[in-house]
């Protein structure tokens, strides 16, 4: 798909340096870029999910070990 994306000048700086010290172009850059984001998000909101999940699973222990 398509998509235009305004980019500030400094950040297009950094993202052509990058591209020129790889050999690749900035395009792939940001697809790189946008996987690896879309991964981390993805793993974080696993994380929150499994600590929620945890805490709702233990927070009697959890108040016991408060009052202890």
Do not use: C, G, N, Q
Request: glycine fraction near 0%; charged fraction near 35%.
């Amino acid at each position: 798909m398509a998509m235009t994306v305004r980019i500030p000048e400094e950040l297009d700086a950094k993202l052509e340096a990058i591209a020129r010290s790889r050999h690749i172009s900035k395009h792939a850059v940001l697809i790189e870029a946008a996987e690896r984001f879309a991964s981390t998000e993805a793993k974080t909101a696993r994380v929150l999910t499994l600590a929620d999940e945890i805490t709702e699973r233990y927070a009697d222990v959890m108040t016991r070990l408060e009052d202890a």
